[in-house]
Each structure stands twice: as structure tokens, then as C-alpha cells.
């Protein structure tokens, strides 16, 4: 039904005004849109138009917008400007996934596409996929005896471990981008190899 409610004006302005009061009443800071994934160009317009009805109430409450995105995909230049971030899902590629390389493509692509480079959040995967798209956290990961810092696959699974984390947080500084975000927490090993501390470590620096 969401795509309904994004393509009816009436329906938009019901949503956004329950958001609204949802945030308010609970405390939170804002919302964030996580559609997968709006399809052709009507569908990408209509959430064009409720990412910017969205930002336009919000905004009177001190409260924030963002969406998450993939990649591959192009939301038009008012989606971006209606934000405050972008969630950038630079993973899940086809095998290997989420290599620098591969993350920085998606960062550019999104650049091009408009979007302006201090509004985008960095996305880095706490699990690794193998050629199936099978999953695995990387607490299991890291268990395998092939694990170490500075390896990107082990047991044909493609990760992301302390090393390669660390390079991505310095090349989201280097890039002025808004910071980094993780999918996902309950996923992170625990005590000294927890990639949450090589995270927050690396953003010290």
C-alpha cells in the first residue's frame, strides 16, 4: 500500500501528519524512508513529492528527514534536496560485495545523480555474502580460522573486516560525506573484535 499512499495527495498528508505526531510523541528525531524500492518513473515522482511535503511539515518541528538507498538506484534531484541524509546501501553487489571500490562507485554515482556529498551517510555491512547470496554475521565470520584483519572473503563469503572498515570511514572523511552508518548491529562481534570499536575508532582519527 505504500506506493498508494505516495501517489495520493490526500493519503500523503494524512501519513505525514501522523508521522509527525508519532515523532513527536515518542521522542524521536525524525523519520527515514526506507522504500525497496520504488518502480518507474510515477512511483519515483510521487515519492519525490512526499519526501518534499514530508520535509516541508517536519521541518516547522525541528524534525529531521532521510531515506535509504541502493546503489544502482537514481531518485531525482528534488528527493535529494528534500533530505537532510541519504543512507547510502553500498553493499549487498553482485559477489564480492561491498569492496572499496564498489562503495566508492556508488558514492560517485550518487554524487552525479545530484546529490550533495554532505548529506550522504556512508553505508558499511556487518555480515558477508557469498556467490548464492547466502548470509553470514560477521561474528560467524570471524570465527573461521582463514579470518584476519586484513582479509575480504573467507569461506567464499565477501565481508568487510577491521582493515577494510577502517579505510572506508577515512574515505568518508576525506570526502566530506556526512558520515557512516551499519546494517547491522546484532550482527558485530563482541569485546576487542567488535567492528563497531574499528569504526569508532577510525572516526577519532
Not at 521522542?27 to 512526499?50: C, K, M, N, T
Not at 556529498?117 to 547466502?134: A, H, Q, S, T
Amino acid at each position: 500500500g505504500f506506493a498508494a499512499m505516495a501517489g495520493d495527495s490526500q493519503l500523503r498528508t494524512k501519513f505525514i501528519h501522523d508521522a509527525r505526531e508519532f515523532c513527536r510523541r515518542n521522542g524521536f528525531d525524525g523519520i527515514d524512508y526506507d522504500w525497496e524500492h520504488p518502480e518507474g518513473v510515477e512511483q519515483i515522482s510521487a515519492f519525490g513529492e512526499l519526501l518534499a511535503e514530508t520535509q516541508c511539515e517536519f521541518a516547522k518541528h525541528g524534525l529531521i528527514v532521510t531515506i535509504a538507498q541502493a546503489g544502482w538506484q537514481y531518485l531525482g534531484t528534488k528527493a535529494y534536496h528534500s533530505v537532510d541524509r541519504v543512507h547510502l546501501m553500498a553493499y549487498d553487489h553482485d559477489f564480492p560485495q561491498a569492496t572499496f571500490d564498489k562503495a566508492k562507485a556508488d558514492v560517485n554515482r550518487l554524487v552525479e545523480a545530484g546529490c550533495p556529498r554532505n548529506k550522504i551517510v556512508l553505508g558499511l555491512p556487518f555480515y558477508g555474502r557469498n556467490k548464492e547470496g547466502e548470509a553470514k554475521t560477521f561474528a560467524q565470520l570471524m570465527e573461521s580460522p582463514a579470518f584476519n584483519a586484513d582479509v575480504s572473503v573467507v569461506d567464499g563469503f565477501a565481508f568487510n573486516g577491521p582493515t577494510l572498515i577502517a579505510r572506508k570511514v577515512r574515505f568518508a572523511k576525506e570526502q566530506g560525506l556526512a558520515g557512516v552508518m551499519i546494517w547491522e548491529l546484532g550482527q558485530d562481534a563482541r569485546g576487542s573484535k567488535s567492528l563497531l570499536k574499528t569504526l569508532s575508532t577510525s572516526l577519532k582519527r
